[in-house]
């Protein structure tokens, strides 16, 4: 895995981003003696685009200002969560190059830190026991417009609480039946701080602690004490936290925690054509509509690695987008740019035929293979030549043979020249039909002394063409994918995001034909197939039968042409 070294930010010489600034000035002013961040995903999914956003901010500022930031997984809601996902977020974030401080963190490490500042503040009489059901408390609460109402038990003597509170612990009273509150104002504006719920009863066992406790924390309970305990200077989160940051700071102003952190708001990523809900990812993995969360359609970190996206694509994206406080939608199309950007530099070239069509080259002699060289990146030399075995009978696609064409067809035409690439030029003759009149084969000749020039004749080739030995190739799948949605904002128009999914957005082809060069390819990864597109070995499908090839992405922006 590839270090990154250096910031991108800072290397671009790009104007500071406003979480930089702010970081800058906690220094420069001795507000912090370091930066300390924390990337804080909840175990209940997989990572996807968004959050890889928020990781390369949360990294890449402790990277860039020497500081550290911890991976700390969010754990109060244990209905929803599992080990599974504790894994795949690790190697995720792993994969994308980052590494965090010391150990794992979970918010669950600190149940009974947290439980007994929820004692400190009953004693101090800022919380109570409140037996009030959801739909009473909703009641209670007021709306954004009017104020709420006390809670009958507001005013239940520290005592009384405390019993309660111990009940609750205990797994004496049932779930729903009470919770305990902050008393904050319920006359509050902001309807955050209108006595918002601390604990709740959850008769379930939790992925770490097990059945240890029955009450659990809120998220807002738990997040800025857990920031506190690890030192975190700056926690930073999406801008639907911001009304959340008064109560974020009333329970650090009122709980005797041993640091004191600062909660900084950004927007989060919205990208076209992309779901970044973690409920409608998992819907769409529930009903079936795709393979798993790491399909490789599926916009989140494990589908994006089986596709051939690599983690410098990624956080380039993340470095390109940039960091504000207003919510925009990104064009998927950048993501892709970003992608092709990285393999073009990056992937070994290839030949493979994806609709393999038979050309016997007549004029060639029977079992003579010549073993041709082709470059292994037009302009990397670190990349390793490739042996091209040529013989009397090679494939090339069905897309690249006509028996007439206007001049526009720059590919083999019946009676017309074409150039297989890093091989001979060849002249079709014949086509050869099915009973059903498909071309099932062509005869060619080979026009002698033409690897690396053009024919002694003059008459030039038409074009370049792929192609493949017949003799010796490798047998693979092809799985073309497409946009998962067709819709800009899958679901803005009837509400529905399951109604914008693309039914073509998964094209399997077998029996194509790839170069002996990839016998030895690794899973993962991702070759340039020439003229195709970049394409990627998937790991799991290959796994028995024929190597599976996913396609990343296609050589050129094909949604951009459409649109013009
Ligand atoms: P949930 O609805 O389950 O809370 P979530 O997407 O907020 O979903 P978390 O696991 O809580 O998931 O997210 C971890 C971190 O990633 C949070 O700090 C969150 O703000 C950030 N994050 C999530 N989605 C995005 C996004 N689209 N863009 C930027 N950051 C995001
Ligand atoms: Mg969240």
């Not at 590839?2 to 906690?26: C, G, M, W, Y």
């Not at 993995?285 to 994006?304: F, L, N």
């Not at 020039?453 to 693979?476: F, L, M, N, T, Y």
């Not at 796994?543 to 949604?559: C, Q, Y």
């Given at each position: 895995?590839?270090?990154?070294?250096?910031?991108?930010?800072?290397?671009?010489?790009?104007?500071?981003?406003?979480?930089?600034?702010?970081?800058?000035?906690?220094?420069?002013?001795?507000?912090?003696?370091?930066?300390?961040?924390?990337?804080?995903?909840?175990?209940?999914?997989?990572?996807?685009?968004?959050?890889?956003?928020?990781?390369?901010?949360?990294?890449?500022?402790?990277?860039?200002?020497?500081?550290?930031?911890?991976?700390?997984?969010?754990?109060?809601?244990?209905?929803?969560?599992?080990?599974?996902?504790?894994?795949?977020?690790?190697?995720?974030?792993t994969w994308l190059g980052f590494a965090w401080d010391g150990e794992i963190r979970f918010t669950s490490d600190y149940f009974d830190q947290l439980h007994s500042w929820a004692i400190e503040l009953i004693k101090a009489g800022k919380a109570y026991v409140c037996d009030l059901n959801a739909d009473q408390a909703r009641e209670y609460r007021g709306t954004l417009t009017q104020p709420g109402k006390?809670?009958?038990?507001?005013?239940?003597?520290?005592?009384?609480?405390?019993?309660?509170?111990?009940?609750?612990?205990?797994?004496?009273?049932?779930?729903?039946?009470?919770?305990?509150?902050?008393?904050?104002?319920?006359?509050?504006?902001?309807?955050?701080?209108?006595?918002?719920?601390?604990?709740?009863?959850?008769?379930?066992?939790?992925?770490?602690?097990?059945?240890?406790?029955?009450?659990?924390?809120?998220?807002?309970?738990?997040?800025?004490?857990?920031?506190?305990?690890?030192?975190?200077?700056?926690?930073?989160?999406?801008?639907?936290?911001?009304?959340?940051?008064?109560?974020?700071?009333?329970?650090?102003?009122?709980?005797?925690?041993?640091?004191?952190?600062?909660?900084?708001?950004?927007?989060?990523?919205?990208?076209?054509?992309?779901?970044?809900?973690?409920?409608?990812?998992?819907?769409?993995?529930?009903?079936?509509?795709?393979?798993?969360?790491?399909?490789?359609?599926?916009?989140?970190?494990?589908?994006?690695?089986?596709?051939?996206?690599?983690?410098?694509?990624?956080?380039?994206?993340?470095?390109?987008?940039?960091?504000?406080?207003?919510?925009?939608?990104?064009?998927?199309?950048?993501?892709?740019?970003?992608?092709?950007?990285?393999?073009?530099?990056?992937?070994?070239?290839?030949?493979?035929?994806?609709?393999?069509?038979?050309?016997?080259?007549?004029?060639?002699?029977?079992?003579?293979?010549?073993?041709?060289?082709?470059?292994?990146?037009?302009?990397?030399?670190?990349?390793?030549?490739?042996?091209?075995?040529?013989?009397?009978?090679?494939?090339?696609?069905?897309?690249?043979?006509?028996?007439?064409?206007?001049?526009?067809?720059?590919?083999?035409?019946?009676?017309?020249?074409?150039?297989?690439?890093?091989?001979?030029?060849?002249?079709?003759?014949?086509?050869?039909?099915?009973?059903?009149?498909?071309?099932?084969?062509?005869?060619?000749?080979?026009?002698?002394?033409?690897?690396?020039?053009?024919?002694?004749?003059?008459?030039?080739?038409?074009?370049?063409?792929?192609?493949?030995?017949?003799?010796?190739?490798?047998?693979?799948?092809?799985?073309?994918?497409?946009?998962?949605?067709?819709?800009?904002?899958?679901?803005?128009?009837?509400?529905?995001?399951?109604?914008?999914?693309?039914?073509?957005?998964?094209?399997?082809?077998?029996?194509?034909?790839?170069?002996?060069?990839?016998?030895?390819?690794?899973?993962?990864?991702?070759?340039?197939?020439?003229?195709?597109?970049?394409?990627?070995?998937?790991?799991?499908?290959?796994?028995?039968?024929?190597?599976?090839?996913?396609?990343?992405?296609?050589?050129?922006?094909?949604?951009?042409?459409?649109?013009?």
């Amino acid at each position: 895995m590839t270090e990154i070294t250096e910031n991108a930010a800072v290397k671009a010489e790009k104007p500071s981003h406003f979480i930089q600034n702010i970081l800058r000035t906690d220094l420069e002013e001795g507000n912090v003696a370091s930066v300390v961040t924390r990337f804080p995903p909840e175990p209940n999914g997989y990572l996807h685009i968004g959050h890889a956003k928020s990781i390369c901010l949360n990294f890449g500022m402790a990277k860039q200002f020497g500081g550290a930031c911890n991976l700390r997984f969010d754990d109060t809601n244990p209905e929803k969560e599992s080990d599974e996902y504790v894994e795949a977020i690790k190697r995720d974030v792993t994969w994308l190059g980052f590494a965090w401080d010391g150990e794992i963190r979970f918010t669950s490490d600190y149940f009974d830190q947290l439980h007994s500042w929820a004692i400190e503040l009953i004693k101090a009489g800022k919380a109570y026991v409140c037996d009030l059901n959801a739909d009473q408390a909703r009641e209670y609460r007021g709306t954004l417009t009017q104020p709420g109402k006390n809670s009958p038990n507001r005013d239940r003597s520290v005592d009384e609480n405390l019993a309660l509170f111990e009940q609750m612990r205990a797994g004496e009273l049932e779930e729903g039946s009470c919770s305990l509150r902050a008393k904050i104002d319920m006359a509050a504006p902001n309807i955050n701080l209108r006595d918002p719920i601390i604990y709740r009863i959850k008769k379930v066992d939790h992925h770490q602690t097990g059945d240890k406790w029955c009450i659990y924390p809120s998220y807002d309970f738990a997040h800025g004490q857990s920031d506190a305990i690890e030192g975190v200077t700056h926690s930073i989160c999406t801008l639907e936290f911001e009304d959340h940051r008064p109560l974020y700071e009333w329970f650090i102003a009122n709980i005797s925690v041993p640091a004191k952190p600062k909660q900084y708001e950004f927007a989060r990523l919205n990208l076209n054509y992309t779901v970044t809900s973690k409920r409608k990812l998992r819907q769409l993995v529930e009903e079936g509509h795709v393979e798993g969360w790491d399909d490789p359609r599926m916009p989140t970190i494990s589908g994006m690695r089986r596709r051939g996206y690599t983690p410098e694509s990624l956080r380039n994206f993340c470095e390109r987008i940039g960091v504000t406080r207003s919510d925009s939608m990104v064009d998927v199309g950048m993501l892709e740019y970003c992608v092709r950007d990285d393999l073009d530099k990056n992937a070994p070239r290839a030949m493979c035929v994806l609709r393999p069509l038979k050309v016997t080259l007549t004029n060639y002699p029977e079992g003579k293979i010549e073993r041709l060289v082709a470059a292994g990146h037009p302009n990397r030399d670190d990349l390793a030549e490739r042996e091209l075995p040529f013989g009397k009978t090679v494939f090339i696609d069905v897309e690249d043979f006509r028996e007439e064409a206007n001049k526009k067809y720059k590919r083999l035409v019946l009676g017309k020249r074409v150039r297989l690439r890093n091989a001979y030029v060849i002249e079709a003759d014949e086509a050869i039909k099915n009973d059903a009149g498909e071309i099932i084969e062509v005869k060619a000749r080979v026009i002698e002394n033409t690897i690396g020039v053009d024919p002694e004749d003059g008459v030039k080739p038409k074009g370049v063409i792929h192609w493949v030995s017949a003799d010796e190739h490798i047998e693979c799948d092809i799985r073309l994918y497409d946009r998962l949605f067709n819709e800009e904002v899958p679901g803005a128009a009837d509400g529905d995001f399951l109604q914008a999914i693309n039914p073509d957005s998964l094209q399997i082809l077998r029996g194509a034909k790839v170069e002996v060069s990839l016998r030895d390819a690794q899973p993962a990864s991702v070759y340039q197939f020439e003229r195709e597109g970049y394409f990627c070995l998937d790991e799991q499908h290959s796994k028995e039968g024929a190597p599976v090839f996913n396609r990343t992405i296609s050589l050129r922006d094909s949604w951009a042409k459409m649109s013009q």
